[in-house]
């Protein structure tokens, strides 16, 4: 239960850069040209390490719009099934209100009482016949 959640996107470390000079080749050079050297070979590896975090970081981002836009397409068919069943439960809630309104309690009653009396009054006029 205490599972970490796997992550999609790594965070990015920092390293240490260093000079990836040999120093055989150092040895020549005077302390000036050698910081020189050394300075220049450093900002070179940290701007290969800049552009692969920002290929990496492009990789990335593609693969969130592409997540994105099947979550908004999902999301447009959601709304167009969601307006039909909402026209559906209207009908249904039409008819709900037609069958179980005050009126038409009333009017079940009439059904009921219109029979009844029918019958009542054909007595009476069927037994004071001529």
């Known amino acids: 239960m205490s599972e ?12 240490e850069f260093r000079s990836t ?21 450093k900002l070179e590896n940290q701007y290969e390490w800049v552009v692969q975090s920002v290929v990496n970081d492009n990789k990335n981002i593609i ?19 969601t307006k039909g069943q ?5 009908e249904i809630w039409k008819w709900k209100q037609m069958t179980s309104g005050k009126w038409a309690v009333v009017g079940a009653l009439v059904l009921i ?3 009844i009396a029918l ?3 054909l007595d009476l ?3 004071k016949g001529p």
């Open 4 to 15: 970490t959640p796997k992550r999609r996107y790594e965070p990015v470390v920092t390293k």
């Open 21 to 41: 000079i040999p120093p055989h080749l150092l040895d020549k050079l005077s302390d000036t040209e050698r910081y020189m050297v050394q300075a220049l070979s």
């Open 63 to 81: 693969d969130l719009g592409g997540r994105c836009d099947a979550i908004e397409t999902w999301r447009s068919t959601v709304e167009t099934d």
């Open 86 to 90: 909402v026209e559906k439960v209207d």
């Open 113 to 115: 009482v219109i029979p």
């Open 119 to 121: 019958k009542f009054l």
């Open 125 to 127: 006029v069927v037994k």
